[in-house]
């Protein structure tokens, strides 16, 4: 059974930086995709940030050039580092892993809070 336990989130400033983890239990990290979403009030959930197995990154619009997604295989972990962050980044951040059989399986969420 995956699970998925996300950490780092909090509340920063406009402008500030702030890095998130998402560490992975279970068999197949290695393998599998893993993405950074988000849902802010009102919204619909979205893709932030994803990594293949082997490391090939996309990246939402609104966050390319301030925003990374990287992996730590030996970790199992995943990392999303946030810069330069504005109000409307504000939202709860979900880690996911997307497994090539098609599961999705969630974490439970981190709040990220930017202030004006």
């Known amino acids: 059974q995956v699970q998925l336990v996300e950490s780092g989130g909090g509340l920063v400033q406009a402008g500030e930086s702030l890095t998130l983890s998402c560490a992975a239990s279970?068999?197949?990290?290695?393998?599998?995709?893993m993405a950074w979403y988000r849902r802010s009030p009102g919204n619909e959930r979205e893709l932030v940030a994803a990594?293949?197995?082997?490391?090939?990154?996309n990246y939402a619009d609104y966050v390319k050039g301030r925003f990374t997604i990287s992996r730590d295989n030996a970790k199992k972990t995943v990392y999303l580092q946030m810069s330069s962050l504005k109000p409307e980044d504000t939202a709860v951040y979900y880690c996911?892993?997307?497994?090539?059989?098609?599961?999705?399986?969630w974490g439970q969420g981190t709040q990220v809070t930017v202030s004006s």
């Open positions: 996911a892993q997307i497994r090539f059989t098609g599961d999705t399986y």
């Open positions: 990594i293949t197995n082997v490391g090939r990154t």
């Open positions: 279970g068999s197949g990290f290695n393998f599998n995709t």
